[in-house]
């Protein structure tokens, strides 16, 4: 397969709690992306992190880009009922590889 | 705001019909994307075009073909509607190069081929 690899598949936790979501990847990037899908809706972007960056914050997004191991992490601090969604990597080199997925539940 | 546009978001086909989902940009992109997205399949590539009428398979191009007349449509066409066409379709726009940002999606149309 020429997907990325997300972990876990599904999550789900407690209001305030964080969230981390893992990503693996197979070939060299450029950059690596972080979207989010509400049920039955496009995808929304979230945050890009490029090759020569180790780690990138946007609010309580946070991401870490580790290319030697060829993996990538998203955390959500503090999450909120709202953040439950899809949360896909994207992988971008000479092509666009899409991870699986982590389905994030929060409960109130 | 910049906006992807698809133009149905629910179709309901019959098996052998002929399809066209449509999608508009406004942001002056090159590239655009048509995935489908299948439970446990996560997205999967269809086909992209990074010019007026250019375009290149994806990863499951057979049975869909494409048009881009114009720079800010990009439309899928199913020629004989299947039942395992049945799915999600999601286009996206981006800019052109490979160092560059993100990509914008449109809301999804979701087919299903009786």
């Known amino acids: 397969s020429q997907q990325g690899e997300e972990d876990p598949q599904a999550l789900s936790i407690q209001e305030g709690e964080n969230a981390t979501m893992n990503c693996s990847y197979k070939?060299?990037?450029?950059?690596l992306q972080w979207y989010r899908q509400n049920s039955g809706r496009g995808l929304v972007h979230l945050i890009l992190?490029?090759?020569?960056?180790r780690e990138k914050h946007s609010g309580r997004l946070r991401v870490t880009l580790d290319t030697s191991k060829k993996s990538s992490s998203l955390l959500i601090t503090a999450s909120r009922a709202a953040d439950t969604a899809s949360y896909f990597c994207?992988?971008?080199?000479?092509?666009?590889?899409f991870g699986a997925g982590t389905i994030l539940r929060v409960k109130s | 705001d910049v906006k992807v546009t698809q133009s149905s978001r629910y179709l309901v086909k019959r098996t052998g019909e002929k399809v066209f989902l449509e999608c508009v940009q406004d942001?002056?992109?090159?590239?655009m994307f048509w995935y489908r997205q299948d439970p446990g399949l996560g997205l999967r590539l269809i086909y992209f075009?990074?010019?007026?009428?250019?375009?290149e398979k994806g990863d499951i191009p057979e049975g869909y073909s494409v048009s881009r007349e114009k720079k800010e449509r990009f439309s899928l066409i199913l020629e004989s509607a299947s039942t395992n066409q049945t799915s999600m379709y999601l286009c996206?726009?981006?800019?052109?190069?490979?160092?560059?940002?993100?990509?914008?999606f449109g809301e999804g149309s979701r087919l299903t081929v009786l």
């Open positions: 070939t060299s990037i450029n950059n």
């Open positions: 992190i490029r090759s020569n960056e």
């Open positions: 996206a726009s981006g800019q052109e190069g490979a160092h560059t940002g993100e990509l914008f």
């Open positions: 994207v992988t971008r080199g000479n092509k666009l590889v």
């Open positions: 942001m002056d992109h090159e590239n």
């Open positions: 075009s990074y010019d007026v009428k250019m375009k």
